[in-house]
């Protein structure tokens, strides 16, 4: 394995000031992994800020010309660092992670893919929506300036690595990938859970700075095991966004940070979801045992340690409803225990399971499942649409392979049950064609598509994918804006703001918003989408 | 005059529980204006949000297929029932705010032309960001199921309204129509300055929604003479986002109910400015004169109360500043004193005067200009870039008819003064063509674009274009969100968000994400850009 320095990166060059005491744990075994990280101090925090802003200024449409082109081969350089990195990669994270060697060659393959579709993005350009209004000197009863408008990078952004996606939410994840995309410097914390797969792509990422000659600045990492380091960078006077996935704890208190600061910035978390499940009946009666298998997959999918992960199942009461539970407890079962990402997400998933087992308003379903105590053993759990409604605390996350099954009686027990639900990320659906199922779900799928970002007919919510039409974010506690996503290309929309340039001289006027379009951009000229020029 | 009630308009209702207290201001007499207005009560604003809620409801892109259709149809209902209000409103709005009739008039056409310019916007209907990722049933290792998203409502907007415009940003103003245009029902909080104005308005809007058969929670005009009424809308659990423009204190304090609600909710303030106009030398020697007068004009226009006046205008040392400034101090002195919005304006603009007058390290500008104490007399201020460093408060804006003028003796005491500045609405340059002022712009332009959403080569900031390619929005203090703009077609983003559907049956579909495409809009399909039916 390659050999890990443990020091944070600041604009290109490792610095450690404080003594590193924290160590990586192996997920598997408990064991301590070397080397050991330290809080970045006050000084390296500052440097990398330093740093940032002056590549915030050399990184400007109005200064550099090609910032397009540059930043698009950045982005993939980064692609190519990062797989240059081969199976050492692989086996720190796996070590790290506890997760398996194919899920994390997976994730490598979609972190590439995340990079090479903003570069794809970006070298188009058309996403920095130019507007351009023409003069009308001869308007009455007020001439009209010439307007031109561009979205340009905000500065820089504060990204903070996820437990559950070492490398796609992490370093060089999708939230690092859309601001620098944006143009936009990047400081990001490493997750202490995986101090290692952090440094060895932030390594990549700094070579890659250097290979494309952009100022160092454009990137640092820091480690920070203490939550001091987190606040103190959203605190930052030279931050100007921040991008989490994790925890609604954890994103309530770096929204209230950044909320309080004397100019406040905005927090893109994407946080809590339990991603209700609706089953009708048609649908149960057609492949009942199928979905119960598959439902059993997508919870266990990842040791169900996934923010899509389907915390809860709405399925109809009486007997259909009762073989599907039965084949889903079945299938938990089978699927036996699993390696967790580490030792404090382990111990809460097992604080959740025994908490939601003693609440009266629900039932444990016993499943044949064991295993050491060291892992995490599926967990299903029953209860009524009524009983949901007497227990705030069972629609909340349960973080890992668990599912609560809420049996209704019909269409109201239904839609009553459903508009509990705050935000999510995403809902389900599962209806037969040509059934009776056919006018539930015109009326669930409105109730649903007011609490979530994604709404699915079939299948089931794990899984997503990288394209232009993903929209992963949802209305509160799923994510702090539900207007932004944090995969796919639209993620890039969170780190720019427009800029309306008036009456400027055409020496000054960038690439985007020149007369004769050099770059062939998709343009709304007085209104109307071109990709002519002038 | 068209007699008032003073009663808030629910959802179509006219109610009010508690007793009528309140009365405005004959801004040119001070006398107190007929009739009476109330707080809202705690249930009027209930009732107002859960008639909200239905009409969300019924206004959703999946249960209602001609939701564009039937929006823009009711934005343009607004504009002719306002247009048919005729010599009441002008005379009303004149009275209450001392805004001369031509302004109001002038302010009406603006608010109308709004209404009309997002009526078109819908109907055209592109805004909603279509994009269509087609399933590849076939794809290695999984498939990719078929997603369509775009933009919908986010619920229940609250839109409160501003003194400064009792039209163009008040009841039926930019936010009310933005949101309105996103599909998004509005709650409107008058502003006590101008209920009278406030009152003929929403009448208006409500009788254009019963002509349209809009759902009648669609719109509710509430009154609220003290802050507890504006906490209440912010902090009520329906409440989905806020607009706001108005004072940094105010917007602030908006701001902390909002983030500290249970599940925070976003508010678009527009909040101070004070815009900064740099003189280059060569454009003060070609024509200094003009431009004195000029400086003049936008500083007094309105009496000094648009968001976009020029507060501070950086002027270089030596004779030909000299000049400048003795010519502005001529024009201000000839503008004269004008009626400002309500006496509460006015006081705080006295006091602000006085207050700068005092400072240690600025120089008030003796004027000849005299008014009664009732009215906003011209002020001007000289310092100079270092002492501007040693006085944050000289930095802040100071609402009503006063400039500061900064004197600067090199290049880099320009820039190091213009770092200084925090976010600002606009920023100005103006700059001699063929001259020594060219390289200076060169460095001028990017320090100035990093603080602002518009930057204008040449005129001054009064004066806000309608249009795709504004942006009237800035880093903060000027904004709380720099990615949005409040004037223009694009302020309707403020009011949707993604919503992506994964594999939903073809009668479930929205028209927008039809495959026959049957709006003609311009979507982004597989990643192209088309019209295209699929």
């Known amino acids: 394995m390659t050999s890990l320095h443990g020091k944070h990166l600041i604009a290109g060059e490792r610095r450690r000031d404080a003594e590193a005491q924290h160590r990586a744990t192996q997920a598997a075994t408990g064991e301590a992994l070397d080397p050991a990280v330290a809080d970045a101090s006050a000084a390296e925090i500052d440097a990398a800020f330093a740093a940032a802003v002056a590549a915030h200024r050399a990184l400007d449409p109005l200064v550099e010309p090609d910032l397009a082109a540059k930043t698009a081969a950045f982005l993939e350089a980064i692609g190519a660092h990062i797989e240059g990195l081969g199976d050492a990669l692989v086996e720190r994270a ?11 060659v997976g ?68 939230d690092a990938a859309s601001a620098l995309a944006a143009g936009c410097p990047v400081i990001a914390k490493a997750h202490p859970s995986h101090p290692g797969t952090s440094e060895l792509v932030g390594e990549a990422i700094t070579a890659a700075a250097r290979e494309c000659a952009m100022p160092a600045g454009v990137f640092s990492l820091v480690h920070g095991p203490s939550h001091a380091v987190g606040q103190a960078l959203v605190r930052h006077p030279s ?16 929204l ?43 919870i266990t999918l990842g040791v169900g340690q996934f923010c899509t992960n389907p915390g809860v199942l709405l399925v109809p009461a009486g007997e259909t409803g009762d073989a599907f539970v039965a084949g889903l407890a079945e299938a938990l079962g089978a699927a036996g225990a699993g390696v967790m990402l580490d030792p404090n997400i382990l111990a809460g998933y097992r604080r959740g399971v025994e908490a939601r087992a003693a609440s009266a308003h629900a039932e444990r379903v016993p499943l044949t499942c064991a295993g050491p105590e060291t892992r995490g053993l599926p967990a299903l759990f029953t209860t009524t649409a009524t009983a949901l409604a007497a227990d705030p605390s069972l629609r ?18 239904l839609l009553a049950a459903l508009e509990g ?16 199922d056919a006018g539930l779900v015109r009326r669930v799928a409105p109730v649903l598509s007011r609490r979530v970002g994604r709404l699915l007919f079939g299948g089931f919510p794990t899984g997503v994918e990288v394209c232009p ?10 994510s702090s804006d539900a207007r932004t996503t944090s995969v796919g290309t639209a993620a890039i929309e969170r780190f720019a703001r427009p800029l309306c340039l008036q009456s400027a001289p055409a020496a000054l006027v960038p690439p985007a918003l020149q007369d004769q379009n050099p770059l062939g951009l998709l343009r709304l000229v007085d209104g109307v989408p071109t990709r002519d020029a002038l």
């Open 94 to 104: 796996t070590a790290e992670t506890g997760l398996p060697q194919g899920r994390i």
């Open 107 to 174: 994730e490598r393959g979609r972190t590439i893919n995340q990079l090479r579709s903003f570069a794809a993005l970006v070298r188009e350009g058309s996403w920095v929506g130019a507007r351009i209004d023409r003069a009308l000197p001869e308007r009455q009863p007020i001439p009209r300036p010439d307007l031109r408008r561009m979205l340009v990078p905000v500065g820089p952004v504060v990204v903070f690595g996820a437990s559950n996606f070492p490398l796609a939410f992490s370093v060089a994840g999708g």
């Open 239 to 254: 931050a100007r966004a921040v991008g989490f996935t994790g925890s609604l704890r954890g994103g309530r208190a770096l």
């Open 256 to 298: 209230e940070a950044a909320a309080s600061r004397p100019d406040p910035i905005p927090v893109f978390a994407e946080m809590g979801s339990v991603n209700p499940v609706v089953f009708l009946p048609g649908a149960l009666r057609e492949r009942g045992a199928a979905l119960a298998t598959q439902a059993a997959g997508s």
């Open 396 to 413: 909340e996350e349960l973080f890992g392979p668990a599912s609560l099954v809420v049996r209704w009686r019909d269409a109201d027990d």
């Open 421 to 436: 639900f705050e935000g999510q990320l995403s809902a389900t659906v599962h209806a037969a064609e040509n059934s009776d």
């Open 469 to 478: 039409s993903m929209q992963h974010g949802g209305p509160w506690p799923a």
